[in-house]
């Protein structure tokens, strides 16, 4: 399907009303460009890089989904320990089939751990997400009657791991682009009815694009790290 842009949304709705929004973290992936450790609980400047992201997800959420491998699940209980929303894994069936097959196998948990309609999912080295820009596309999806909201930078890229999708049907959308096999995340958005916010609205929202900054690799730790101090 055909994305459908609005540049400007007109509801003076109070953002999810109905506490409809659980948060889901992808964490499954093999960090090789970061080296031997897992950077999911690397520690920038003091805390956990995944403990950030949930943090974060507080302010718009009291349920979370933690999707990784079986091996990370320790590590990751101790990150999180006495964090505030209500954590539940999620651990992919089959590893390292992709950021696709772990927003599946999470919405799936979303769906029959919370029952929530719609996840804000974010990557776990994504450590300044901002709640604002979650509760955008939240509404966003809401107002538009969407199955997700996603930033669509001016290049065209999509920013699939920082968005909102609807549980069910993101969460097939993702088993059958892996079942045709294909890994492309934007390969299971094109499956479903997405709206799409771009880089102005952010701009006019006070949003800055420290939000998508992902943190990759030892020197980008670093350069975070040094930023924070
Ligand atoms: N469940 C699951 N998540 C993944 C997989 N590959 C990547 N991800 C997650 O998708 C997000 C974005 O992926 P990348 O930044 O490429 O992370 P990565 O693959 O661990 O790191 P690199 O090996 O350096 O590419 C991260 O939060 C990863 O944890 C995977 O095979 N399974
Ligand atoms: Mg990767």
């Not at 997400?129 to 596309?137: A, G, Q, S, T």
């Not at 701009?203 to 730790?221: R, Y």
Request: some cysteine; overall charge negative; charged content about 30%.
């Amino acid at each position: 399907m055909s994305p459908r842009s609005r540049a400007h949304s007109n509801s003076d709705a109070d953002v999810d009303p109905e506490g409809d929004l659980a948060g889901l973290v992808i964490a499954g992936g093999y960090s090789t460009r970061f080296g031997d450790e897992d950077k999911a609980v690397a520690d920038l400047a003091g805390t956990p890089m995944i403990r950030r992201v949930v943090d974060r997800l507080a302010a718009v959420t009291d349920a979370v989904v933690v999707n990784c491998r079986e091996d990370q699940r320790d590590a990751i209980t101790a990150a999180l320990e006495g964090c505030a929303p209500a954590i539940e894994f999620a651990l992919d069936p089959v590893e390292d089939r992709g950021p696709v097959a772990g927003i599946g196998t999470g919405l799936e948990a979303v769906g029959e751990t919370y029952g929530r309609e719609f996840a804000a999912v974010v990557a776990c080295d994504m450590p300044f997400v901002d709640p604002d820009l979650l509760e955008l596309l939240l509404e966003r999806a809401h107002d538009g009657a969407a199955d997700g909201a996603v930033v669509q930078l001016e290049d065209g890229w999509y920013q699939t791991t920082q968005a909102v999708y609807r549980t069910d049907p993101m969460a097939r959308a993702c088993a059958e682009t892996l079942e045709s096999d294909d890994r492309r995340i934007v390969a299971a958005l094109e499956r479903v009815d997405y709206v799409t916010v771009d880089e102005r609205v952010l701009e006019e929202a006070g949003i800055d694009d420290a939000t998508f900054e992902s943190v990759d690799t030892k020197e980008a730790l670093e350069a975070a790290a040094e930023r924070l101090e």
